[in-house]
């Protein structure tokens, strides 16, 4: 019988330390803006200002879906929008990175 391995982790994690929201949006941002170079300045401004919200440096388990909405709710009405749709993408990259599964580790091997 041969054991059955679980797939590497695709995001870095800082050793023995919760990671951070800045970590998360820092790969994030290079990731997204490789496709969209011209995003960069505006996604790395609202992150900062949601990280700030949060209490920088925000650990990444401090943004979940209602300090999402409450971060949203604090924007000036012009903003919400793209930032909405900003934050949909984060945590699309946040799950599919596995920087989600790592805040809350399951059957974890010894």
């Not at 700030?52 to 300090?67: E, V």
């Not at 749709?85 to 010894?110: C, K, S, T």
Request: glycine share 4%; proline share 8%; net charge negative.
């Amino acid at each position: 019988m041969s054991a059955v391995s679980l797939p590497p982790l695709k995001a870095p994690w800082i050793v023995g330390r919760a990671p951070l929201l800045e970590h998360a949006a820092d790969e994030f941002l290079n990731e997204v803006t490789r496709q969209r170079p011209w995003t960069r300045a505006r996604a790395e401004e609202l992150l900062e200002a949601l990280d700030s919200f949060l209490g920088r440096p925000a650990p990444l388990r401090a943004f979940t879906r209602a300090t999402g909405e409450a971060w949203l709710r604090a924007l000036h009405e012009s903003e919400r929008d793209e930032a909405r749709e900003l934050i949909g993408e984060f945590r699309a990259y946040l799950r599919d990175w596995g920087w989600l599964d790592a805040l809350h580790p399951v059957n974890q091997p010894d």
